[in-house]
């Protein structure tokens, strides 16, 4: 175990457990209660074993279940806790062995020392409120040190533990630390230069204002938000198709860069929507708890998914603005924190009211979309679109008034008429004597004696057959087909097909007449056949013809109608009839009907056929004739006057339905002109929203977390431990948000505190961002934490930001004090002492150094080559992927088959990466993001060989680098020496040391000489990426270059902010 | 003191601590060498040599290989025989079977639930007279290797929540992969490739069904370095592996030494130890250029090996290329090596569907286990085969002569175990006539990964990362190792 005496040394500077003087409950004795005995007794009273509860004072020293009494306050000898955690007995021995948990010696003397000292409790910090403690006054050189009462606060600490703070930082690196710690980005050698040249005290802090002043801060600080909010381009779980939420994004970028307060913030995001006369923006900004997945795989049962949404806005809402992990509480009471199952249902019941569905199916699912509640954001000229076709809806459902106005008159007229055909005895089918028959492939056709043609000579693979006639006015309501069997055809059958089958694809039929100005095309609304073959229905011809006026014309139908002609039993004579929506018929129009045969089964053409046609209405129309309801004929027959309302409506639904007459029309219009704007509110973007039911949901408590097991009824409620909600707010949504930034509440502002910290100094003042509760790491300055989530709340000392006077929640004001203090502004040299004293440097004996985060790893490289495009907001971009990046994921949603942009796609910012959850970029991935399927508030930051392997070979990387060369030769001067001084510095903002550039020049001669010999491999090289060299370069000169520029974008010092 | 003792949960700070001292020895003694340092660092590189104090015991296997069927396959038509299920052909099933338990609502609403016998034909094999379909001869052949677990159950009932289940003990997405957790634990054997890899294959049953995601093998709250390494099948195996085209192995050479010799300055100069780390790194992914290329490289396999693992050997990307990866994987020392083969999920035309799926996985799979056995490694290999969940015994749709379909089901399934500490010929657990209910030694899938962690050293309470203030484990706080199976 060569390990041990390392981690001990670790253990020296922060570790609860050796502290001299008096013991403190909540920073010595609280871990190890917490950790070691909270989980039998602890919060979760049910769980209790012994009834023994030792987070309660009251519990502690009272006798349990056994009469033993854990802790006799000032006595330890007597209290049965320090017996068993000192026995031998392994029967007795707490915690017990099977637990896998263990006291070490110092934790044990820590236990005893407390109860002698009298056993005192404190609750725990995390549901405390903080109060301002006063700033630590230093003297001496330290004092002098102190720019901010931040350093007072790290000062006086360091003076503690004999450590003393490295000198400021050089100005290179202090803008760099500060322009990648607020923008994400590097600083150009000219901010860098005005920063050199400016000797001014304030020569930082004006550095500091214009980097809070770039629309870059706002992008760069929004991407953590983004692992919070779980936001994706994608809905998650299996079937996984995309989802419009960039508008919620482009919200936070925007509340960023205006440097709206984090209480609005805060409220805006969870309860928008029920803000009086909520603005479109803030309904936006309520899609943050929309973000979660959605269940979209075939099978699954609604309401399980529903209430997975529901916990998981209750998680993400706990985790992230209180650092407290509300799953625990699903299933049972918490074991570390005072927070009971009740009390998370009862949190729930505040989540629970959305209009939603649960999970998404249909064209959403399928194809990409937003499931309801959303909200449309039509731009001002999309506006103006939509009131046009609001305008001409009111227009259609006017014009339709007006017909319905006109109708009972000429249904009277179509009374008289209909009622003496309906006196002769009237034929449903008349069948047409066309003036020509021609067919589009070269056929003949020949006339029968039975008023039926015959088609022969050529018989192309796909024919359409073209029949054209003279027709009376009156009306069209539908086609019959007969096809027959005949001698001459292939096995004496009823198509032209090898095998006497034919495949009937469409038919189509219009009315042109020199009085209409362009044709009428009839609209098949159903199909009937005496026979058809399986699978080969003939309705699948009206089904999947395409709507008169459609767009997109679908591809031409390949299925249709068949009728086994193949089968020697089945070469009978077939009908089949068509019925459209009634076509009014003018003098002296002519009717043209086409029979389509566009099968993928060539030859198979129709061989012998007959048409006919009626007008009468198509529900009374059958394959052998007409069918009149003897209840309407009765109707008709009887006298106007003494008909019955229901004869009356009998006939009056009739006759709407089955004519075409100005109302039928009139309403069409108006259907055309409702299904116009849908369609094109289709095509704007969308959000996904809150939105409250008019009725609150029943809320349970759902026995071990399942949602088919409910318990009691609870009503909305906060946790008891946390304060009450604010007077004058209501008990709902909005409520909760404004109670989560009261003042009173102990935890926001220090969890928002704590993740800035983080931010700017690699660690949080509470190690563990992700937890507050019980189990929460001991901050590295409690003092500090409660100080700054004070001032965070009123501002005393907070700077102005740009001359603007801090306000309460002033996230930028906040960002500007911590990096102003002397703290943030140290060189991050590690000295011996420092390292062995505190290894994590939690101490900041030290400027922090660590890695970048994904996002601004690939950032830099392109900010650095020019590649850069730098635009807010909008869709998200599809930059480089490798091949086949989603080809496992599902084939039922629309994201497969990964196509990288063109253009400006691949060369934006990296938080604008469109985010497949199941697939998620994998450069992102290997540098240490989340999936985002889940609230993440911190994410690891490793070191692997992944991704030294794409940094020297994703082709972003190459690209940049080529990119980067071209300027070096262009830009970086004449020699090769200069070119490599001046692209150093572009990669790090310093000047290199000779030693630097002549490690590069050896290397960059090499390889100039290797690629002189090898101009393929330099051509190869140099053409990387979709953007190309201008030819002006030489290749090998260039290629080698490239490769110069490649080294230096994977510098360690380039790839951290130090 | 416990390694998991919540100071060091994450091994960064512990890593840069133990650095500290060889660092400024090192800077004392005047440095030392790229690739010595390379070496130095490795166990920071690959996810290390684990935990202290892991293995827990002396394991029975060094590695596991999990050949994981995604879209779950039909327990009844390949390995648990249900003979009198031809008497009760169409016949509704009954309720006292079912006992009112959820069904997918794909199923729920039919109107009846006509049992549906298997239509291929079961018989015994191997001297322990181990039931498998004629659809698995290859593995019958072999059926003395195996442990045949009939009665595994889980909880979810879709494929996302179940497979999300298996493979890291929660429904949900978050957690650790069981392949995460083994490299976090016992870190990596091999300097030159992960302690975690995983591999894919289309089914050609129902090719793509069901779909895979990251969180499969991802290292949920873990140090993302933990990650599985996903071998691709199209282009580079490892993402990134190969140089850009015109870069050579002598200019990459080449250009790493100068990296390394300015990141080496750079060290001197501010003297952080996470220096010397990326140094190590970009030494570990230059040789990794080499290894593995000469890993996926089967061209000196013998003929006689690729014909074990039949035709679609020579077709990579597919099971059985992927098998015989996994065995080349497995000679390389690499942990936890996982198979995803897609197409299981049979819903309709499950007879011809599931033919193509027998005929991607029956030979490769046998092939691996006889090969790995010839070179003895299977005493040192645990393999593992098996799906998220069973299928129904009655018909989801049309039941005919010649086609059914089956239905998600939750509540009993087959895994076959084989291998290191595996008790050989053994089928274990037993469900009812209708394979709906377990009627002998139930198996929760926590029980599962209890004993496949127990059987590479690790006691599954043991293995914890701290977490939001909790200790988490793959089990989460159940699981029960199955001590009958083994050896």
Known sequence: MPRLPLLLLGLGVLSATVHAGEIKFNRDVRPILSDNCFACHGPDAQKAKGNLRLDLRESAIKPAESGEIAIVPGKPQSSELIKRIFTDDTGELMPPPKSHKKLSAAQKETLKTWIAQGAHYEQHWGFTKPTRPDVPKLSGPLGNWVRTPIDAFIGARLQQENLSPQPQATKETLIRRATLDLTGLPPTPQEVDAFLADSSESAYEKVVDRLLASPRYGEHIAANWLDIARYADSHGFQVDSSRMMWPWRDWVINALNSNMPFDQFTVEQLAGDLLPSATRSQLVASGFNRNHRINGEGGIIDEEWRIENVIDRVETTGLTWMALTFNCCRCHDHKYDPITQREFYQFFAYFNDVAERGSIQGESNRSGGNPDPLILLPNAEQEKKQAKLKEEIKTAEALRDGAAKQLPSLQSEWEKEFSKQLEHDIVAWKRLEPTEVKSAGGATFTHQSDGSWLAGGTNPANDTYEITTKINAGQLTGILLDVLPDETLPNKSLGRGANGNFVLSGVEAEITAPTLPEPRVAEFTSAEASYQQKGWEVNLIVKDQPKPGAKEKKEKNKSGWAVDGNDPAKRQPRKAMFLCNPVEIPEGATLTIRLLHGSQFGDHNIGRFALSTTALPPSTVKLEGAKIPPTLRAALKADPAKRTPTQQNEITKFYRENTDNPLKRAEAAVAKAKKALDDFNATLPSVMVMKDLPKPREARILLRGEYDKPGDKVERALPAALPKLPDGVPNDRLGLAKWLVSPEHPLTARVWVNRAWERFFGTGIVKTTENFGSQADWPSHMDLLDWLACEFMQPTALPPVNGKPAQAWDMKAMHKLMVMSAAYRQAATVTPQSLEKDPDNRLLARGPRFRLPAEAVRDQALAISGLLVEKIGGPSVKPYMPTAVWDETSVYGNLRNYQADTGEGLYRRTMYTFWKRTAAPPTMLLFDSPSREICTVKRSRTNTPLQALALLNEVTYVEAARKLAERMISEGGATADDRIAWAFRMATSRKPAAEEISVLSKGLAARLERYKKDGEAAKKLITQGASKPDAKFDAAELAAYTMTANVLLNLDEVITRE | ?487
């Open chain 2, 1 to 487: 003191m416990n390694c998991n003792d919540h100071c060091f949960s994450g091994l960064d700070s512990e890593t840069r601590a133990a650095l500290s001292r060889r660092t400024f020895l090192q800077r004392a003694a005047g440095g030392i060498g790229l690739a010595a340092l390379g070496g130095l660092l490795q166990r920071s590189v690959t996810g290390g040599e684990g935990l202290a104090g892991f293995p827990n015991f002396p394991p029975k296997a060094k590695r596991i290989i999990y050949l994981f069927q995604s879209g779950a396959p039909s327990q009844m038509d390949l390995f648990d025989p249900k003979p009198e299920m031809e008497k009760q052909r169409g016949k509704n099933l009954p309720d006292s079977i079912r006992k009112g338990q959820r069904l997918t609502t794909m199923t729920s609403g039919q109107k009846s639930f006509p049992v549906a016998p298997s239509m291929f034909k079961f018989a015994q094999h191997g001297k322990s007279g181990m039931w498998f379909s004629e659809l698995m001869p290859h593995m019958a052949g072999i059926a003395d290797e195996f442990c045949q677990v009939r009665s595994v159950f889980t909880e979810a009932i879709n494929h996302d929540p179940a497979i999300t289940f298996m493979q890291t003990g929660s429904q949900l997405a978050g957690r650790p992969s069981i392949g995460s957790w083994v490299a976090y634990g016992l870190g990596s054997e091999n300097k030159d490739l992960p302690a975690y890899v995983v591999l894919t294959s289309f089914g050609s049953g129902r090719k793509d069904d069901q779909p895979l995601y990251d969180r499969l093998w991802g290292a949920g709250f873990l140090p993302a370095k933990h990650q599985g390494v996903k071998f691709r099948n199209k282009g580079d195996p490892v993402l990134y592996l190969s140089n850009p085209p015109g870069v050579d192995r002598e200019t990459r050479r080449e250009t790493l030494d100068e990296l390394g010799a300015l990141n080496k300055k750079h060290f001197d100069t501010l003297g952080d130890p996470d220096i010397q780390t990326r140094i190590a790194q970009y030494e570990m992914a230059f040789r990794m250029q080499a290894s593995v290329p000469d890993l996926t490289d089967t061209s000196k396999e013998s003929k006689e090996t690729l014909e074990m693992y039949g035709p679609d050997v020579k077709t990579p990307g597919t099971y059985a290329a992927n098998c015989l990866l996994a065995r080349r994987l497995a000679e390389r020392n690499v942990r936890f090596i996982q198979l995803f083969h897609m197409g299981w999920d049979h819903h309709g035309g499950l007879p011809n569907a599931i033919k193509g799926q027998c005929k991607d996985t029956d030979q490769p799979t046998a092939a691996l286990i006889k090969d790995l056995k010839q070179r003895g490694l299977l005493e040192d290999t645990l393999i593992v085969w098996g799906g998220e969940f069973g299928r129904t015994i009655y018909s989801q749709g049309a039941l005919t002569e010649t086609n059914y379909g089956r239905d998600h089901h939750p509540r009993c399934f087959t895994v076959l175990l084989a291998g290191a500490g595996i008790k050989k010929g053994l089928t274990f657990g037993a469900t009812d006539e209708f394979s709906y209910n377990i009627t002998e030694h139930p198996i929760h899938v926590h029980d599962l990964n209890a004993t496949i962690l127990h059987l590479i050293g690790v006691e599954h309470e043991k293995l914890t990362f701290r977490f939001q203030g909790r200790d988490f484990r793959l089990t989460d706080i159940h699981g029960e190792l199955v001590k009958p199976i083994l050896a």
